[in-house]
C-alpha cells in the first residue's frame, strides 16, 4: 500500500513519474480530434492530469506551494505553447483554467488523506 510520509516514498515518487508522463503526452501530443458528442470532456482531462500530478506531488513529499506554482505556470506555458508550436493544436484560456482547477483540488484531495483522522481499531485503548 502506498503510504504518506514527511519525505514521501518511493511508491508514491514513481506514481508522481507516472503522472507526469500522462500530463506531459496529454498537453503536448498531437490531437487526436477529442471525444464526438461528449462537450468539454477536453476540460474534465485536462483537470485530472493536473490533478493526478497535484496529489502525488504532494505524497511524494513536494512542498505544496512551489507544487502549486509549477503546476499554474505549466498550465499558462502549456496553452501558449500548444497555440504557437504544435500543428494541429490551439491554445485554449478554458484549458489553462481547467488545468488550474485540477491543480488545486488535487493539492485539496491530497490534503485531506494526509488530514484524515485515524480510525480507532478494536485493538486501540480508549481513555488512557
Known sequence: MLSVGRGGTTAWRAALVV??????VVLYAPSAGGAAGVP???KLVHAAV???????????GLPA?????????????SEV?????????S?????AVADAAGAVLGLRAARTGESAPRAVGAGD????
Not at 19 to 24: F, H, Y
Not at 81 to 89: I, T
Not at 125 to 128: C, F, H, I, Y
Open 81 to 89: 505553447l500548444q497555440g504557437a508550436l504544435l500543428p494541429g493544436r
Open 91 to 95: 491554445g485554449d484560456p478554458l484549458d
Open 65 to 77: 506551494g512551489p507544487l502549486l506554482a509549477v503546476l499554474l505556470g505549466h498550465a499558462v506555458l
Open 19 to 24: 503522472a507526469v508522463v500522462v500530463q506531459l
Open 125 to 128: 485503548r480508549l481513555g488512557g
Open 50 to 60: 493536473f490533478a493526478a500530478v497535484a496529489v502525488t506531488g504532494r505524497r511524494a
Open 40 to 42: 468539454h470532456l477536453d
